[in-house]
């Protein structure tokens, strides 16, 4: 049984900085494209960054690139989204996923994780 765990998320200021993770338990994910969703209040969901593992290549949102870094730890099977210089419009429910298409406007990847709250101050 796939199960995704997030952790990492919480209350910052704006400007300030968190890094939420996500361990993959399971299978193997060494082949897919993990990363991150976020879905805010009343707004649907929409795709953060992304990072295909075979090869490395990484994806980014125009709105968080420059500011959020998406990396992976292939031995603990686990990806991290390191997320700076915050902003309040960075509110949201961000979830972990796996198997989708980078860059897509539709929200549909094979696993799932439970999501984690980050909450951006003004």
């Known amino acids: 049984q796939v199960q995704l765990v997030e952790s990492g998320g919480g209350l910052v200021q704006a400007g300030g900085s968190l890094r939420l993770s996500c361990a993959a338990s399971g299978r193997t994910f060494s082949s897919y494209t993990m990363g991150w969703f976020r879905q805010a209040p009343g707004k649907e969901r929409e795709f953060v960054a992304a990072i295909r593992r075979s090869g490395l290549s990484t994806y980014y949102a125009d709105s968080v690139k420059g500011r959020f870094t998406i990396s992976e730890d292939n031995v603990k099977n686990t990806v991290y989204l390191q997320m700076n210089s915050l902003k309040p419009e960075d509110t949201a429910v961000y979830y972990c996923?796996?198997?989708?298409?980078?860059?897509?406007?539709?929200?549909?990847?094979?696993?799932w994780g439970q999501g984690t709250q980050v909450t951006v101050s003004s």
């Open positions: 996923a796996v198997d989708f298409i980078p860059l897509s406007a539709a929200p549909v990847a094979a696993y």
